[in-house]
Nanobody, 129 residues
Framework: QPQLVESGGGLVQPGGSLRLSCVAS??????????IGWFRQAPGNAAREGVS?????????YYADSVKGRFTISRDNTKKTVYLQMNSLKPEDSGIYSC???????????????????WGQGTQVTVSS
């Protein structure tokens, strides 16, 4: 059965960097046709925020205004892995980061709604001094 597993979260000081990974398993070869994205849930907030989403190639990307210029999303389809490089981290970036995959909507809709067919369990990111 399809599964997404995140890793790479942790505690980092403001201004620091983290690289999150999301490994997919149980997907058919159609995984490469899925849009993928990273979402976060801030402490005390039940709502998910779309951080960054990507289409089937590394060309078509979407970033939330709050992370533009600091975060970079990428994917390696040969490894069925999605990455989120996070630089210049701020305390407000703290939260549970989850990856997701889907194909029914554009990456803009996927991130802004948010909506996806498959979700990971998430990894905790804490930015604090």
């Amino acid at each position: 059965q399809p599964q997404l597993v995140e890793s790479g979260g942790g505690l980092v000081q403001p201004g620091g960097s983290l690289r999150l990974s999301c490994v997919a398993s149980g997907f058919t070869s159609d995984y490469v046709k899925l849009n993928i994205g990273w979402f976060r849930q801030a402490p005390g907030n039940a709502a998910r925020e779309g951080v960054s989403c990507m289409g089937v190639s590394n060309i078509n990307t979407y970033y939330a205004d709050s992370v533009k210029g600091r975060f970079t999303i990428s994917r390696d389809n040969t490894k069925k892995t999605v990455y989120l490089q996070m630089n210049s981290l701020k305390p407000e970036d703290s939260g549970i980061y989850s990856c997701a995959a889907g194909s029914s909507v554009t990456i803009q809709t996927m991130c802004r709604t948010p909506i996806a067919g498959y979700w990971g369990q998430g990894t905790q990111v804490t930015v604090s001094s």
